[in-house]
């Protein structure tokens, strides 16, 4: 039987730190699926069909990974998928307490859930989806953080929005 | 003399949490009071009254407990009680320093304060009120956080929200 | 009916931290029993009946204090003087993990027990005793940390650990 | 050659703890650029100018300590100006993770970019720039905080939102 | 092929804890091998042989299951298993750091090498070999934490130790 | 005037992760002592010579730098060498309370002293002299930690520590 790991978030946008959980995933499953939360209470700056473009774009070279939107709860998408396994990142201290927040209450919505985790290489111990939002919006180089095409799009994105800004 | 002690908070609603510090609260006090902030700075999504009644209710067949508002500085509202004791429920790390800083403000604002803190049962460490309303978005089962006229409101306030939502 | 509150420890030896606790409990409760531990497996500089001699120096001006020594479980103790409510002096987010297992675990032993906690004054954030013999142990002036009688006896101690390691 | 240390931040609006640091800084340098953020994507209570003022009001008396403005990235305004370290003050556990996160953007952006941390006294802990606002909004004195004429225009500014909340 | 995972430990004596995580790993590997690490600098209470012969007892109604001793680096134990994959359970913040610091140095000692953590049940958050031994050196009542067989062990072991301190 | 930084610890042994702080030191200042704690209560693999001969080799090639061993308290050394600034790293949060008590502690003791703290790089953010000993004592490979010399010195006193053990 196959083997298989969701690893969900919003992925806005995808990173390197993404890319380093995704590849040490497949390690030890036989398909991944990346499931992209379409939550609309959070806001993102990326559409729900950007962010999942780039994830596609990100791992188009990969095999057994493909790219899922979810909507409500993510152990209904569990259940629906016929996956039990959950996966994430754990970089810094300050992850650790929401993790086990999330890890708690998924277990509480359906106890078969489990939540694995696993670390990235120490490079992106510190990279978040934020910090690149917040440097590529001071007009940083980004280019160590994310892929070149997610480069482009953020800066076409922050573009768009001072434009606006100033013209309303 | 009686031992009164206030417990203060949002309670943006009371949770199974907050019910276990009160009862925790009531073996080393005489009188507890629930003190409800009415700060409208910080958003909430339950109104102030909401909020009272919600607690009033889930605390009615308590004695030794009564709940009220209070406005501006907490240690104004001490004073006008004439208590001295604050309590509040320490459950993570993340806790712990917004806590603290809590502690040190309030006793420079009125060096008689003094803030006792009681850890929750295990099962709540990380329930918050913010979680259950997270998950009552995404249309989660919080009969095992909240009293079932807590999630019977919340479900109203959320669809309330999400009709207004769409009509507008 | 008396509110008695249990305030365990080593004690090894009492600092201005604790005499800080030890008055901030005191607004709280009618009688403080200061639980002094024998625990032998535990290593101390000072013996059992060194560490409540101290003790009992720096509280004789204080009414409604008294100090015990305790063998054995703390709940045991508890169980023996009527009490159910244990104080405990928080500091440093590096003390709330081992206070968070001790909760539980007395807890899980008496769920009768109680556990409160307070924070001493900013000054005594970073002071344990462990630092107080560390700092004595160099011939730092300690004074600020501890009352005059227990500087004395640490040196003395100190003075005398070395003379025998020279003779032996 | 002078050397020369850049304290950026937002400023938002200046505190004792900052002023503490900035004293500190100025014994381990010849001259000290405070840098504040002019980033328009963070919301501040003051405006940039109202940052600026409040600060040279408070270093006035002091040597060797300059008020500058900084748009875009820290570390560009590090190389306009020849500078190559930076300053912050740490202070709280919680802090940390953001500081790191901090250091290894701006390695990453120029490498030749060192930051260097220094501790507030016990006092400023947990003072920070948003309690200060929480307390002023409140009504509470902030006398111990900040200096009288920051606490005067934190009054006017707030006193000045509620009017128009009012009106509109 | 069979997907095995190795948890390597010390297991001095093996908790309810350790189970908890025993039963999670099996939901996600095929076979589970249980490594005891026979390091000689660390001091255990139990010997190598009392420790495996627990774990044994403890896991033998289990399939998928087996219990091995190691001898120096994790890594080449996984090595001769032909094993790329550890397990560890992760509870509280100060375990986080050293656990990490175990990740970094297995991934360069071999980079094929991955570790993923779980965690347990909220029940066994604050539970660890050291407070199984600290509470059955003061004669608490440990059957919540541990199995039958290990608390008789324990104290057996426990009184062997005091009744040769009295003699020597 | 020279700026002479002080950088203090016990180097048991000296590995990269100090030599990333000296070097950035030397960025900050003219001159950098390294004081090498002769602390008789700690106990240490390696003798106060030979800590110190490691160090000299570690850094024969860099200027401005010198070795030197400290008794008593540092604040004592500073004084003598009229030096008033400490330079220590900052890895992780386990790494925070620990220092931050140094830092009060010394500043009470002499309040001319201040702290710096800098930031290794990332891949030894969790390197230690105890995971470098403990690693060595299993016999792994340590050269990305610590120089070719130092790997020597500590297997040589590792393989003479085990053939000790073994006659005795």
């Given at each position: 039987m196959k083997r298989v790991i969701v690893y969900p978030g919003s992925f806005d946008p995808v990173t390197y730190g993404h890319l380093d959980i995704i590849k040490r995933a497949l390690k030890i499953c036989?398909?991944?699926?990346?499931?992209?939360?379409?939550?609309?209470?959070?806001?993102?700056?990326?559409?729900?069909?950007?962010?999942?473009?780039?994830?596609?774009?990100?791992?188009?070279?990969?095999?057994?990974?493909?790219?899922?939107?979810?909507?409500?709860?993510?152990?209904?998408?569990?259940?629906?998928?016929?996956?039990?396994?959950?996966?994430?990142?754990?970089?810094?201290?300050?992850?650790?307490?929401?993790?086990?927040?999330?890890?708690?209450?998924?277990r509480k919505l359906d106890e078969k859930t489990e939540t694995i985790f696993m670390m990235p290489t120490e490079a992106y111990f510190y990279l978040s989806s934020s910090l690149v939002k917040e440097l590529a919006g001071l007009g940083a180089d980004i280019s160590r953080y994310v892929p070149k095409f997610v480069e482009e799009k953020l800066k076409e994105k922050i573009s768009h929005a001072k434009s606006q800004k100033k013209t309303f």
């Open positions: 036989d398909q991944l699926i990346i499931a992209v939360s379409s939550n609309p209470t959070k806001k993102s700056l990326l559409s729900l069909r950007e962010r999942i473009l780039l994830l596609k774009e990100t791992i188009k070279e990969m095999k057994d990974v493909r790219v899922e939107e979810f909507d409500g709860l993510l152990v209904d998408f569990l259940k629906r998928k016929g996956v039990r396994i959950i996966i994430r990142g754990l970089r810094a201290v300050s992850d650790f307490e929401y993790e086990f927040q999330m890890v708690l209450a998924n």
